[in-house]
Protein backbone atom coordinates (compact mmCIF):
# COMPACT_ATOMS: atom_id res chain seq x y z
CA UNK A 1 0.00 0.00 0.00
CA UNK A 2 2.72 2.27 0.98
CA UNK A 3 4.16 0.58 -2.59
CA UNK A 4 2.96 -2.53 -4.58
CA UNK A 5 5.76 -4.38 -3.39
CA UNK A 6 3.89 -6.44 -0.20
CA UNK A 7 6.03 -6.68 1.40
CA UNK A 8 7.24 -3.13 1.72
CA UNK A 9 3.48 -2.70 2.80
CA UNK A 10 4.12 -5.60 5.72
CA UNK A 11 6.98 -3.58 7.14
CA UNK A 12 5.15 -0.15 7.32
CA UNK A 13 2.02 -1.73 8.54
CA UNK A 14 3.65 -3.77 11.24
CA UNK A 15 5.34 -0.36 12.40
CA UNK A 16 2.23 1.77 12.21
CA UNK A 17 0.25 -1.08 14.10
CA UNK A 18 2.54 -1.45 17.13
CA UNK A 19 2.88 2.35 17.16
CA UNK A 20 -0.97 2.73 17.37
CA UNK A 21 -1.14 0.01 19.61
CA UNK A 22 1.12 1.68 22.23
CA UNK A 23 -0.16 5.18 21.53
CA UNK A 24 -3.36 3.82 22.60
CA UNK A 25 -2.11 2.41 25.62
CA UNK A 26 -0.43 4.97 27.12
CA UNK A 27 -3.48 7.67 26.38
CA UNK A 28 -5.88 4.87 28.49
CA UNK A 29 -3.71 4.54 31.48
CA UNK A 30 -0.76 5.35 32.90
CA UNK A 31 0.03 2.42 35.24
CA UNK A 32 3.29 1.18 34.84
CA UNK A 33 1.75 -2.69 35.95
CA UNK A 34 -0.66 -2.65 33.48
CA UNK A 35 1.17 -0.88 30.62
CA UNK A 36 3.88 -3.47 30.69
CA UNK A 37 1.58 -5.94 30.08
CA UNK A 38 0.03 -3.59 27.65
CA UNK A 39 3.76 -3.61 25.47
CA UNK A 40 4.12 -7.22 25.77
CA UNK A 41 0.44 -8.14 24.19
CA UNK A 42 1.13 -5.06 21.45
CA UNK A 43 3.96 -6.84 20.29
CA UNK A 44 2.50 -10.28 20.61
CA UNK A 45 -0.44 -9.08 18.26
CA UNK A 46 1.59 -7.49 15.83
CA UNK A 47 4.06 -9.91 15.15
CA UNK A 48 0.36 -12.36 14.91
CA UNK A 49 -1.31 -9.92 12.35
CA UNK A 50 1.59 -9.87 10.39
CA UNK A 51 1.85 -13.49 10.01
CA UNK A 52 -2.02 -13.36 9.49
CA UNK A 53 -1.16 -11.23 6.24
CA UNK A 54 1.65 -13.05 4.93
CA UNK A 55 -0.73 -15.79 4.96
CA UNK A 56 -3.38 -13.74 3.39
CA UNK A 57 -0.50 -13.20 0.76
CA UNK A 58 -0.34 -16.51 -0.02
CA UNK A 59 -3.54 -17.77 -0.33
CA UNK A 60 -5.82 -14.53 -0.60
CA UNK A 61 -6.46 -11.75 -3.29
CA UNK A 62 -4.37 -8.89 -2.85
CA UNK A 63 -7.93 -6.97 -2.00
CA UNK A 64 -8.33 -8.94 1.33
CA UNK A 65 -5.24 -8.16 2.88
CA UNK A 66 -5.24 -4.45 2.25
CA UNK A 67 -9.17 -4.96 3.66
CA UNK A 68 -7.71 -6.45 6.49
CA UNK A 69 -4.98 -3.58 7.11
CA UNK A 70 -7.48 -0.68 6.47
CA UNK A 71 -9.66 -2.10 9.27
CA UNK A 72 -7.30 -2.86 11.90
CA UNK A 73 -6.04 0.90 11.60
CA UNK A 74 -9.98 2.05 11.81
CA UNK A 75 -10.66 0.20 15.11
CA UNK A 76 -6.66 1.16 16.53
CA UNK A 77 -7.95 4.95 15.51
CA UNK A 78 -11.18 4.38 16.96
CA UNK A 79 -10.00 3.25 20.16
CA UNK A 80 -7.81 6.05 20.55
CA UNK A 81 -9.89 8.45 19.86
CA UNK A 82 -13.02 6.95 22.12
CA UNK A 83 -10.13 7.22 25.05
CA UNK A 84 -9.25 10.73 23.92
CA UNK A 85 -12.69 11.83 24.64
CA UNK A 86 -12.79 10.04 27.58
CA UNK A 87 -10.18 11.77 29.17
CA UNK A 88 -10.75 15.04 27.71
CA UNK A 89 -14.56 14.77 29.07
CA UNK A 90 -13.53 13.68 32.83
CA UNK A 91 -9.94 15.61 33.14
CA UNK A 92 -9.54 19.15 33.92
CA UNK A 93 -6.02 19.50 32.54
CA UNK A 94 -4.49 18.31 29.05
CA UNK A 95 -6.81 20.04 27.11
CA UNK A 96 -3.76 21.32 25.08
CA UNK A 97 -2.37 17.73 24.54
CA UNK A 98 -6.37 15.95 23.82
CA UNK A 99 -8.02 17.78 21.63
CA UNK A 100 -5.23 17.62 18.99
CA UNK A 101 -5.24 14.02 19.36
CA UNK A 102 -9.18 13.58 19.25
CA UNK A 103 -9.44 15.68 15.44
CA UNK A 104 -6.30 13.97 14.17
CA UNK A 105 -7.64 10.32 15.37
CA UNK A 106 -11.27 11.44 13.81
CA UNK A 107 -9.45 12.72 10.49
CA UNK A 108 -7.20 9.45 10.48
CA UNK A 109 -10.57 7.58 10.70
CA UNK A 110 -12.51 9.16 7.58
CA UNK A 111 -8.60 8.63 5.69
CA UNK A 112 -8.52 5.10 6.28
CA UNK A 113 -12.61 4.90 5.59
CA UNK A 114 -12.10 6.05 2.98
CA UNK A 115 -9.18 3.98 1.26
CA UNK A 116 -11.42 1.02 2.89
CA UNK A 117 -14.31 1.47 0.58
CA UNK A 118 -12.30 2.26 -2.91
CA UNK A 119 -10.78 -0.85 -1.77
CA UNK A 120 -14.36 -2.33 -1.91
CA UNK A 121 -14.91 -0.73 -4.76
CA UNK A 122 -12.56 -1.12 -6.90
CA UNK A 123 -11.96 -4.90 -5.72
CA UNK A 124 -7.93 -4.27 -5.62
CA UNK A 125 -5.96 -1.70 -4.41
CA UNK A 126 -4.13 -1.91 -7.97
CA UNK A 127 -7.32 -0.37 -9.54
CA UNK A 128 -7.19 2.49 -7.49
CA UNK A 129 -5.79 5.68 -9.13
CA UNK A 130 -1.93 6.26 -8.33
CA UNK A 131 -2.38 9.66 -7.83
CA UNK A 132 -5.38 8.77 -5.73
CA UNK A 133 -3.85 5.75 -3.62
CA UNK A 134 -0.14 8.46 -3.19
CA UNK A 135 -2.35 11.63 -2.06
CA UNK A 136 -4.11 9.08 0.53
CA UNK A 137 -0.92 7.68 1.96
CA UNK A 138 0.95 11.05 1.61
CA UNK A 139 -1.92 12.47 3.54
CA UNK A 140 -1.64 9.28 6.44
CA UNK A 141 2.40 9.77 6.63
CA UNK A 142 1.25 13.88 7.58
CA UNK A 143 -1.08 12.37 9.57
CA UNK A 144 1.53 10.25 11.62
CA UNK A 145 3.97 13.25 11.47
CA UNK A 146 1.38 14.94 13.67
CA UNK A 147 1.24 12.21 16.06
CA UNK A 148 4.63 11.96 16.61
CA UNK A 149 5.20 15.52 17.36
CA UNK A 150 2.02 15.16 19.91
CA UNK A 151 4.18 12.46 21.94
CA UNK A 152 6.91 15.48 22.84
CA UNK A 153 3.52 17.49 24.23
CA UNK A 154 2.53 13.88 25.79
CA UNK A 155 5.79 14.39 28.50
CA UNK A 156 3.99 17.90 29.35
CA UNK A 157 0.87 16.19 29.70
CA UNK A 158 2.51 13.32 32.03
CA UNK A 159 4.38 15.84 34.02
CA UNK A 160 0.62 18.02 34.65
CA UNK A 161 -1.22 14.72 35.12
CA UNK A 162 1.72 14.42 38.18
CA UNK A 163 1.30 17.51 39.60
CA UNK A 164 -3.12 17.17 39.01
CA UNK A 165 -2.62 13.82 40.86
CA UNK A 166 -0.14 14.96 43.69
CA UNK A 167 -2.66 18.03 44.49
CA UNK A 168 -5.62 15.73 44.76
CA UNK A 169 -3.98 13.13 46.63
CA UNK A 170 -2.77 16.29 48.70
CA UNK A 171 -6.49 18.00 49.11
CA UNK A 172 -7.46 13.77 49.75
CA UNK A 173 -5.55 13.82 52.83
CA UNK A 174 -6.14 17.28 54.24
CA UNK A 175 -9.86 16.39 53.88
CA UNK A 176 -8.77 13.41 55.68
CA UNK A 177 -6.75 14.91 58.33
CA UNK A 178 -9.89 17.44 59.14
CA UNK A 179 -12.44 15.20 59.14
CA UNK A 180 -10.15 13.28 61.67
CA UNK A 181 -9.88 16.42 63.41
CA UNK A 182 -13.05 17.40 63.18
CA UNK A 183 -14.61 14.19 64.29
CA UNK A 184 -11.92 14.04 67.49
CA UNK A 185 -13.28 17.84 68.14
CA UNK A 186 -16.98 16.89 68.37
CA UNK A 187 -16.19 13.73 70.22
CA UNK A 188 -14.07 15.26 72.54
CA UNK A 189 -16.83 18.53 72.79
CA UNK A 190 -19.56 15.75 73.23
CA UNK A 191 -17.78 13.70 76.03
CA UNK A 192 -19.91 13.47 79.29
CA UNK A 193 -16.37 14.56 81.32
CA UNK A 194 -15.39 17.89 81.66
CA UNK A 195 -12.44 18.86 79.68
CA UNK A 196 -10.68 22.03 78.36
CA UNK A 197 -7.13 22.33 76.58
CA UNK A 198 -4.64 24.79 77.86
CA UNK A 199 -1.29 26.74 76.31
CA UNK A 200 2.13 26.76 78.43
CA UNK A 201 0.71 30.29 78.98
CA UNK A 202 -2.40 29.04 80.44
CA UNK A 203 -4.51 30.11 77.57
CA UNK A 204 -7.36 28.04 76.91
CA UNK A 205 -7.46 26.81 73.29
CA UNK A 206 -10.72 24.18 73.39
CA UNK A 207 -13.33 23.34 75.90
CA UNK A 208 -15.92 20.70 75.59
CA UNK A 209 -19.93 21.57 76.45
CA UNK A 210 -19.70 19.62 79.98
CA UNK A 211 -16.77 21.83 81.15
CA UNK A 212 -18.74 24.92 80.60
CA UNK A 213 -21.73 23.03 82.11
CA UNK A 214 -20.13 22.37 85.50
CA UNK A 215 -17.90 25.48 85.20
CA UNK A 216 -20.93 27.63 84.43
CA UNK A 217 -19.10 31.27 83.42
CA UNK A 218 -19.86 30.65 79.88
CA UNK A 219 -17.81 30.04 77.04
CA UNK A 220 -14.49 29.39 78.04
CA UNK A 221 -12.00 29.57 74.35
CA UNK A 222 -9.53 32.54 74.55
CA UNK A 223 -9.29 32.93 77.95
CA UNK A 224 -6.64 32.74 80.37
CA UNK A 225 -6.84 30.17 83.75
CA UNK A 226 -4.91 32.37 85.53
CA UNK A 227 -7.68 34.93 85.48
CA UNK A 228 -10.27 32.77 84.89
CA UNK A 229 -10.08 31.37 88.64
CA UNK A 230 -9.60 32.93 91.93
CA UNK A 231 -7.20 30.47 92.90
CA UNK A 232 -5.00 27.59 91.48
CA UNK A 233 -3.25 26.18 94.20
CA UNK A 234 -0.87 22.98 93.63
CA UNK A 235 -1.40 20.01 95.04
CA UNK A 236 1.25 17.54 93.47
CA UNK A 237 2.87 17.91 90.18
CA UNK A 238 0.06 16.75 88.11
CA UNK A 239 -3.03 18.43 89.71
CA UNK A 240 -4.34 21.62 91.24
CA UNK A 241 -7.02 22.82 93.59
CA UNK A 242 -8.89 26.00 91.75
CA UNK A 243 -11.68 28.09 93.05
CA UNK A 244 -14.14 30.06 90.49
CA UNK A 245 -16.28 32.81 90.93
CA UNK A 246 -19.73 32.81 89.34
CA UNK A 247 -22.13 35.48 88.39
CA UNK A 248 -24.12 35.81 91.62
CA UNK A 249 -20.93 35.51 93.30
CA UNK A 250 -21.01 32.52 94.84
CA UNK A 251 -18.08 30.00 94.85
CA UNK A 252 -17.18 26.97 93.64
CA UNK A 253 -13.93 24.68 94.01
CA UNK A 254 -12.62 22.29 91.63
CA UNK A 255 -9.78 19.65 91.65
CA UNK A 256 -8.14 20.11 87.95
CA UNK A 257 -5.68 17.18 86.26
CA UNK A 258 -3.28 18.31 84.00
CA UNK A 259 -1.79 15.93 80.66
CA UNK A 260 0.72 16.98 78.99
CA UNK A 261 1.24 16.44 75.48
CA UNK A 262 3.70 17.82 72.03
CA UNK A 263 1.25 19.46 69.18
CA UNK A 264 3.73 21.20 66.68
CA UNK A 265 6.56 21.71 68.69
CA UNK A 266 4.63 23.32 71.57
CA UNK A 267 3.61 21.82 74.44
CA UNK A 268 -0.11 21.09 75.32
CA UNK A 269 -2.11 20.37 78.59
CA UNK A 270 -5.82 18.30 78.64
CA UNK A 271 -7.13 19.51 81.77
CA UNK A 272 -9.85 17.36 83.57
CA UNK A 273 -11.93 18.91 85.93
CA UNK A 274 -13.82 17.69 88.91
CA UNK A 275 -16.15 19.33 91.60
CA UNK A 276 -15.19 19.55 95.05
CA UNK A 277 -16.54 20.47 98.11
CA UNK A 278 -15.78 24.20 98.96
CA UNK A 279 -12.85 24.29 101.36
CA UNK A 280 -12.43 27.27 102.91
CA UNK A 281 -9.37 27.05 104.06
CA UNK A 282 -7.77 25.73 100.81
CA UNK A 283 -9.24 28.73 99.30
CA UNK A 284 -7.73 31.28 101.73
CA UNK A 285 -4.68 29.65 101.34
CA UNK A 286 -4.56 30.01 97.47
CA UNK A 287 -5.78 34.04 98.29
CA UNK A 288 -2.37 34.33 99.78
CA UNK A 289 -0.17 31.91 97.57
CA UNK A 290 -1.36 34.61 95.11
CA UNK A 291 -0.87 37.69 96.88
CA UNK A 292 2.48 36.79 97.58
CA UNK A 293 3.22 35.64 94.38
CA UNK A 294 3.12 39.17 93.25
CA UNK A 295 5.16 42.57 95.00
CA UNK A 296 2.50 45.33 93.72
CA UNK A 297 -0.55 43.62 94.94
CA UNK A 298 -2.24 42.56 98.16
CA UNK A 299 -4.68 40.15 98.81
CA UNK A 300 -6.43 39.38 101.86
CA UNK A 301 -9.74 37.77 103.43
CA UNK A 302 -12.21 39.78 105.82
CA UNK A 303 -14.84 38.66 107.72
CA UNK A 304 -18.82 39.30 107.39
CA UNK A 305 -17.99 42.13 109.89
CA UNK A 306 -14.84 43.31 107.99
CA UNK A 307 -12.13 42.12 110.58
CA UNK A 308 -8.98 40.72 109.17
CA UNK A 309 -8.61 36.84 108.62
CA UNK A 310 -5.95 36.51 106.58
CA UNK A 311 -3.35 38.98 104.64
CA UNK A 312 -0.55 38.13 101.77
CA UNK A 313 2.93 39.14 102.69
CA UNK A 314 2.60 42.88 101.05
CA UNK A 315 -0.04 43.95 103.91
CA UNK A 316 2.47 43.27 106.47
CA UNK A 317 5.22 45.59 104.93
CA UNK A 318 3.29 48.14 104.83
CA UNK A 319 1.92 48.35 107.89
CA UNK A 320 4.20 46.24 110.20
CA UNK A 321 6.30 49.91 111.04
CA UNK A 322 3.29 51.56 112.00
CA UNK A 323 0.82 48.91 113.52
CA UNK A 324 1.78 45.65 115.43
CA UNK A 325 -1.22 44.32 115.06
CA UNK A 326 -1.46 43.96 111.27
CA UNK A 327 -3.28 41.14 111.18
CA UNK A 328 -5.73 41.43 112.97
CA UNK A 329 -8.74 44.26 113.71
CA UNK A 330 -11.48 46.30 111.30
CA UNK A 331 -10.00 46.76 107.88
CA UNK A 332 -11.48 50.53 108.12
CA UNK A 333 -9.29 51.38 111.67
CA UNK A 334 -6.01 49.65 110.05
CA UNK A 335 -6.91 52.41 106.35
CA UNK A 336 -6.99 54.90 108.74
CA UNK A 337 -3.67 54.40 110.12
CA UNK A 338 -2.44 54.26 106.65
CA UNK A 339 -4.38 57.34 104.81
CA UNK A 340 -5.44 61.14 105.29
CA UNK A 341 -8.02 60.50 103.07
CA UNK A 342 -10.78 59.92 105.70
CA UNK A 343 -13.96 60.88 103.44
CA UNK A 344 -12.84 58.06 100.71
CA UNK A 345 -12.64 55.24 103.29
CA UNK A 346 -16.05 56.45 105.13
CA UNK A 347 -17.39 56.07 101.44
CA UNK A 348 -15.75 52.75 101.05
CA UNK A 349 -17.37 51.70 104.16
CA UNK A 350 -20.84 52.73 103.36
CA UNK A 351 -20.95 52.00 99.46
CA UNK A 352 -19.47 48.62 100.31
CA UNK A 353 -22.23 47.95 102.94
CA UNK A 354 -24.86 48.68 100.48
CA UNK A 355 -23.61 46.80 97.00
CA UNK A 356 -21.51 44.03 96.80
CA UNK A 357 -18.40 45.83 95.32
CA UNK A 358 -16.69 49.45 96.52
CA UNK A 359 -13.35 50.86 94.89
CA UNK A 360 -11.46 53.66 96.10
CA UNK A 361 -8.21 55.03 95.92
CA UNK A 362 -6.18 56.42 98.84
CA UNK A 363 -2.95 58.64 99.24
CA UNK A 364 -0.82 56.94 101.90
CA UNK A 365 0.90 58.90 104.77
CA UNK A 366 4.27 57.55 102.99
CA UNK A 367 3.51 59.14 99.55
CA UNK A 368 2.44 55.76 97.80
CA UNK A 369 -1.21 55.30 96.94
CA UNK A 370 -3.14 51.95 96.63
CA UNK A 371 -6.02 51.38 94.46
CA UNK A 372 -8.51 49.45 97.04
CA UNK A 373 -11.39 46.98 96.04
CA UNK A 374 -13.95 45.19 98.53
CA UNK A 375 -15.49 42.07 96.93
CA UNK A 376 -18.22 40.17 98.80
CA UNK A 377 -18.21 36.84 98.63
CA UNK A 378 -20.79 33.84 99.06
CA UNK A 379 -19.61 30.04 100.03
CA UNK A 380 -21.90 27.31 99.36
CA UNK A 381 -23.29 27.36 102.81
CA UNK A 382 -24.49 30.80 101.93
CA UNK A 383 -21.98 32.40 104.62
CA UNK A 384 -20.39 35.31 103.21
CA UNK A 385 -17.46 37.22 103.69
CA UNK A 386 -15.14 39.83 101.84
CA UNK A 387 -11.77 39.42 99.51
CA UNK A 388 -9.58 42.22 99.66
CA UNK A 389 -7.33 43.28 97.09
CA UNK A 390 -5.25 46.80 96.63
CA UNK A 391 -2.99 47.41 94.13
CA UNK A 392 -0.17 49.11 95.16
CA UNK A 393 1.60 52.88 93.55
CA UNK A 394 4.72 54.27 94.03
CA UNK A 395 4.01 57.73 93.37
CA UNK A 396 0.58 59.79 94.42
CA UNK A 397 -1.90 59.30 92.92
CA UNK A 398 -2.07 61.68 89.22
CA UNK A 399 -5.54 64.16 89.50
CA UNK A 400 -6.66 63.12 86.22
CA UNK A 401 -7.25 59.55 88.03
CA UNK A 402 -8.87 61.22 90.81
CA UNK A 403 -11.14 63.21 89.00
CA UNK A 404 -11.95 60.02 86.61
CA UNK A 405 -12.66 58.06 89.86
CA UNK A 406 -14.69 60.60 91.50
CA UNK A 407 -16.63 61.52 87.95
CA UNK A 408 -17.38 57.34 87.93
CA UNK A 409 -18.58 57.16 91.29
CA UNK A 410 -21.03 60.24 91.48
CA UNK A 411 -22.71 58.25 88.12
CA UNK A 412 -22.86 55.10 90.70
CA UNK A 413 -23.94 56.69 93.14
CA UNK A 414 -26.77 58.82 91.25
Known sequence: MYAMNPSDLD???????????????????RSIIILKKHFYLSITSTIFITISLLIFDLNQPDSIRHIVISLSLIVLLTCINIESVKSLSKLTYGRSFLLPI???SFVSICLWLTMFFL???FDSIDEIPYSMTQSILNFWLILKSFFLFLCLYFIDFIEEEEKQLFSVELIKNANNRTEQMSLACISLFKLPYPVFVISLEGNIEFSNAESMKILGIGD???KNINSMFLTIEPSSSTTSLASIQLADRSLRMFKIKFYSFDLNKSVKKVCCIERVDFNFTEFCNGIISKGNNTTSKIL?????NFAIYRMSS???ELLNPIDKFFHSGLIWDKLKILSKDQHEIVHLENSVAASSESLAWLN??????????????YAPDFAHFYLFSADIVDEKLDPKKIHNYVTSHQYKTT
Open 220 to 222: LDG
Open 11 to 29: LFFAGDFLFLLLFGGVIAT
Open 119 to 121: IIS
Open 102 to 104: CFI
Open 300 to 304: GILDH
Open 364 to 377: LRSGRSIKIKILKL
Open 314 to 316: QWT
